[in-house]
Every structure is written in structure tokens, then in C-alpha cells.
């Protein structure tokens, strides 16, 4: 990054307690091609710095895209006043403790950079991705959509932190649309995403995915409504991801127990009281913070604060340990938390987000899985989802589904929702994948906040079999 960040924290000349300045740049890419033809598509750059000080106890911050020496000292004299104005209403009084002091640096791990790997040949890709994709008459519409940033994070502060972060981050979405009669069929790759280079949108990987989905429309077209009835469950990872997003890494937020969020995306039914006591789920659940897998979304050496990222449970052996909550929230909550506070961008102050968050792998193969059902579903990729405010009660539906009778796969159906309380459902949890079925999965919008943050987070998971769940149908 273009700045001397030692040298413009210097120049404010500072007389807060504490004084940090984060520099953020990101650039973004898209491309979308529909049905064979490339569509408008854009590339976006966009920087600046956040401000922040701590003032008898209270942050305040102001942020600003002219990082010039002018600008950041109009950005930290803002900052003051705002820390002069909010100190006598402090809720905590905050140390320095909550910004610790942090040096080095992190680097996505990469092969390729987007323009060496040539962005004609990417287009290419894309658009013989939607030809494979066209694979009967019945196929009406298909698109292939890629998202690529490249975000470099510089952080100074006045107790010695000193580090910088460059993210490169994709998304890939393949998408084909059927229709036979009055029945209309999607199928897609659900969201693949990832930290990586331009490496990440392999020719390989684009062509079979297209070509799967294209097949498994036509499959969907012709198969049965998904029968309603309570029955096993197996969630594949593609599916299992959002469930693992909605109803454990949502509720254990601790700035949403502890009521910052109430007004905009809701509340928690999870208590402070909880952590330490609550079984979240069965003995087989093993759920971790875990910033440390190369290729996953949310990988990190350090959060926004300056926290260390390290891998946590967050349950083990079913039982809720820590919540996810950032250094501010663990001393306002008194709970252990982890490195989460993170920032959308220069312009936002970090919130305690969900990094990655994973189920660690357990020892059943899926066919091990599949042959102790005697009655069930296989269910693949998102579809829809619902959840209550409090993070308790959901509804999910997928793209694909497959039957289950007596430990064998029998048929494709289609339209599969189910449904469920969060504990009870993680309770009947009955059978864990092995590494063979682990797979790493993420979203690249995850929303929170007023004003709005959306950040890019990572769940990976083995593929998960459930008891006893509320399966049904959706219209035909
Ligand atoms: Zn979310």
C-alpha cells in the first residue's frame, strides 16, 4: 500500500491514551456470462483509513478515504471529539488491553495472479462452462458469475502494532435453470468460494461443474415431489455450511447475546449463562474457530483489533465453551470469546463476525453413514433458508435430494425442505464424516450491522447424519 503508516500515525501528534490508524484498499472484480455471452461486468477500487482512539476509557473513531497528512488528522480530530462527547455514557471503560500490540504479516497463499492467468482465457472458461450446461432443450437459462478481490490491510498504533494483510478471495457461481411443463427446476454449485489466486477458477473444475449440474437439472425434472415425514437426515457439506452459519455461528455472537443487534437482524437464544453448561448438540459435535486453513475464506493472522487468530473449540463434545466475541465483548461479557472482531472495510469499525467456523471431522465414511439409514434423505446444495430472531427455529430447502431405503441410495427427488429447533437438531446429530467427506465451504455475503457490513466468511464440514428430522415437499 501507497502510505508511510508509521510516519502518518507520527504526524497526528496524538494526545489520546491510545491512537491506531487502519489503512484498507480492495480491489474487486466481476464477470458474468449468461447463456454463452459475456454480460456487463465491473472492477471497482476503493480506499482509505479508519481513526481510532481511546479516551479515558472510551473508543471513538472517524474514518476517511483522503489519507493524505491533512486528511487523517482532520479524521482523528473528529474521532477525539466524538471520544470527548461519548466518554461520560461509557458502558465499559476500555483499556489498551483491547488493542493489542501486533507485528508481521499475511499473505492469501497464491499461484497466480487474475491478469497473468489473463482474463480473456477466464471469460473463456466461463462461457464454456454455460455450454456445458445446455444439455437438452429443456434447459431455459444458465449463468456462470465470479467474484475476486484483492484486499491489503495495513494497521499502525501507538502501542507498537505494526502489521499488514493481503486477501485475495473468490467466489464462483454456476447456475442452470429447466423447465418441463409447469415445473421449473435450478440447480447450481451452490456458492464456491475461497482464498486462492486466479488459480481458484480452474478450467477443470468450471467445465465439470458445469457439466453435473447441467445433467442433474434434467434429473430433477423427472423426479418425484420429496415425500413429507420425519426421517434420517444427511446434509451435505454444501448445504450443511448455511446451517452451520445460521443456527450456531449467528446465536453465539456475543454482541448479538448482549443486545447490539436487536433492533436490525435480531437477538440470540443463547444466555451468557450458557457457555460452559449449554449441550448444544451430541457428543459427536465438535465445532471450531479455526483461522488457520490456507485456502479457506476467512483465514487470518490477526483481527482488526490486532487479536491473534488461533484456532478454539467452540463446542466440544457438544458442550458450548466460548462464544464468538472480540476482545471489547469478552470484557464486557466475561466469557472467553476469539479473534473475531473484524471490519467490512476502512470505512466500518470491526464487529464481532464469524471468521471461520468449522465441525471438525469425524470417523464415519459416507457410505457408513448411508447404510445405517434405514429410512432417509441425502440432501445437497442451498436453496432457501429461514430463521428466526432469536436463532432458534429454521427452515431450509435444497436443490437435490436423494432417498434413502434400507441403507441404500434408491431415487432422486425433488423440492427437499426440512425443518427444526436449533439444540434439538444438533443433539440428534448421529453420525460425523471422516476427512474423506470434509469440504470447505463459506459465503461471501454474511450481513450485519447498522450501516450494513457485509463480510466473507468460511465454514468447513464433513458431510453429517441427523435423526428424526422434519422433512417435506415443497409445490410442485
Ligand atoms: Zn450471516
Known sequence: MKVNARK?????????????????????RTLFVRDERLEPSHQEINSGAMVEVLVDGQFSYAATPDTSELGLKRAYQKAMGLAEIAKS????NFTEEQRPKATGSYSTPKANDLDTAGIEQLVQNLVDATKAMKTSDEVMSRHAYIMHSQTKMRYVSSSGSDFEQNFTQNLSNLSVTAQ?????????????????????????????????????????????????ETMDVILAPSQLYLQIHESIGHPLEIDRILGDERNYAGWSFVNLEDFGKLQYGSSLLNVTFDPTLPFEMASYMYDDTGARADKQYIIKDGQLLRGL???????????????????TSWNRPPLDRMANLNIEPGTSSLKEMISSVERGILMDTNKSWSIDDYRN???????????????????????????????????????????ETFEVWGSY????????????????????????????????
Not at 214 to 223: D, H, I, K, R, T
Request: net charge neutral; hydrophobic share 30%; charged share 25%.
Open 8 to 28: 502518518s500515525l507520527e504526524s497526528l501528534n496524538s494526545k489520546a491514551d491510545w491512537t491506531g490508524i487502519r489503512f484498507v484498499e480492495e480491489d474487486s
Open 89 to 92: 455514557w461509557k458502558l465499559t
Open 180 to 228: 418441463r411443463g409447469g415445473d421449473v427446476q435450478t440447480r447450481s454449485n451452490g456458492m464456491d468460494v475461497g482464498q486462492a489466486g486466479a488459480e481458484f477458477f480452474n478450467r477443470e473444475k468450471l467445465l465439470k461443474q458445469g457439466t453435473q449440474i447441467g445433467e442433474q437439472v434434467l434429473e430433477l425434472l423427472s423426479a418425484e415431489n420429496c415425500p413429507s
Open 325 to 343: 466475541g472480540s476482545l471489547e465483548s469478552q470484557s464486557r461479557a466475561k466469557i472467553d470469546g476469539v479473534a473475531c472482531a473484524r471490519a
Open 393 to 435: 427455529k429454521f427452515q431450509f430447502g435444497c436443490e437435490y435430494a436423494q432417498l434413502i431405503e434400507n441403507g441404500e441410495i434408491t431415487k432422486t427427488v425433488k423440492n427437499p425442505n426440512y425443518r427444526g429447533m436449533c439444540t434439538p437438531f444438533w443433539n440428534s446429530l448421529k453420525g460425523v464424516g471422516n476427512n
Open 445 to 476: 455475503f454474511c450481513g450485519k450491522a447498522e450501516p450494513n457490513q457485509t463480510i466473507r466468511v468460511g465454514h468447513a464440514t464433513p458431510y453429517c447424519l441427523f435423526s428424526d428430522v422434519e422433512v417435506f415437499g415443497g409445490a410442485k
